[in-house]
């Protein structure tokens, strides 16, 4: 079953920016999700699999809707919360 994030082959996205970016980062808090996505891992709470595995499971339209960091957070959020790391919720504010 493909999920949302598998298009190949799907028209109607539009066309593709190849432009370069010379900034990885475009606002502060995607480096803070990047470096917590990277420390968590580091510390054994997930692997990159169950990491890749989150952001695809997430729901069509949140996926579309979500940019690439916002993604991550998703992801971040819905493995601590399966890994009885914080409680479900607990992050909602």
Do not use: C
């Not at 475009?26 to 990159?48: K, T």
């Amino acid at each position: 079953m493909a999920r949302i994030n598998d298009v190949g082959g799907v028209e109607g996205f539009g066309p593709v920016d190849t432009a370069d970016d010379s900034e990885p980062f475009h606002a502060d808090w995607e480096a803070r999700v990047f470096g917590l996505m990277n420390a968590l891992r580091a510390q054994g709470i997930f692997n990159l699999n169950e990491f890749r595995d989150a952001i695809e499971s997430m729901p069509p339209g949140e996926y579309l809707a979500a940019s690439y960091y916002e993604r991550w957070f998703v992801a971040i959020r819905t493995l601590l919360e399966r890994k009885g790391v914080i409680e479900p919720g607990e992050l909602d504010d």
